[in-house]
């Protein structure tokens, strides 16, 4: 990169998901990275079913000064989201913002912080009665959305025939 021009935008790249409340984590995640880091603005990009899509996304950061992005892929692994279709998303863009320098990071893959990470995940592992925990955090977000596999099932309290957009608080 650049080392004289300001400090670039990070997009948090994520496939994205039909469950509401499922993007928390990203932003939690996006929002730590603000607050650590130099950049010029860190924000989440989807590439389906949630929102904001990547391009969109792309669009935000140049609209508020970004000429260098790192997008870094929030996977796992490099598989086929990351291979084909950000590398598809990528072409669109920069074709779209040629002024724009971007960076493709790797995916958050292996890192010997993460072993520390997976013991403490070990050490709160839940017993049977509570794996059902996370399913009613996400349902506190729930949105009257059919695509949502929890859509009019308990925890769930958005019915079908809620109207389009009300929010189950």
Same mark, same amino acid.
């Given at each position: 990169?650049?080392?004289?021009?300001?400090?670039?935008?990070?997009?948090?790249?994520?496939?994205?998901?039909?469950?509401?409340?499922?993007?928390?984590?990203?932003?939690?995640?996006?929002?730590?990275?603000?607050?650590?880091?130099?950049?010029?603005?860190?924000?989440?990009?989807?590439?389906?079913?949630?929102?904001?899509?990547?391009?969109?996304?792309?669009?935000?950061?140049?609209?508020?000064? *970004?000429?260098?992005? $790192? +997008?870094?892929?929030?996977?796992?692994? /490099?598989?086929?989201?990351? &291979?084909?279709?950000?590398?598809?998303?990528?072409?669109?863009?920069?074709?779209?913002?040629?002024?724009?320098?971007f960076?493709?990071?790797?995916?958050?893959?292996?890192?010997? *912080?993460l072993?520390? $990470? +997976?013991?403490?995940?070990?050490?709160? /592992?839940?017993?049977?009665? &509570?794996?059902?925990?996370?399913?009613?955090?996400?349902?506190?977000?729930?949105?009257?959305?059919?695509?949502?596999?929890?859509?009019?099932?308990?925890?769930c309290?958005?019915?079908?025939?809620?109207?389009?957009?009300e929010?189950?608080?």
């Open positions: 990169m650049n080392a004289g021009a300001k400090h670039p935008a990070v997009i948090l790249f994520s496939h994205g998901s039909t469950l509401c409340g499922s993007s928390d984590t990203i932003y939690a995640h996006a929002a730590a990275l603000r607050s650590l880091g130099p950049w010029c603005c860190v924000e989440v990009g989807f590439l389906n079913y949630s929102q904001p899509r990547f391009a969109e996304t792309v669009a935000t950061v140049v609209k508020q000064g *970004a000429v260098q992005i $790192v +997008v870094v892929p929030y996977f796992l692994v /490099a598989g086929k989201f990351v &291979r084909e279709d950000l590398q598809r998303e990528m072409e669109s863009v920069r074709s779209q913002y040629p002024h724009v320098e960076w493709v990071a790797e995916p958050i893959g292996y890192h010997p *912080a072993a520390d $990470v +997976v013991l403490e995940l070990c050490s709160a /592992a839940l017993p049977p009665h &509570r794996w059902r925990d996370e399913l009613v955090r996400v349902a506190a977000r729930c949105e009257a959305r059919p695509e949502c596999p929890l859509y009019g099932h308990p925890p309290k958005a019915q079908p025939s809620a109207p389009a957009g929010t189950c608080v």
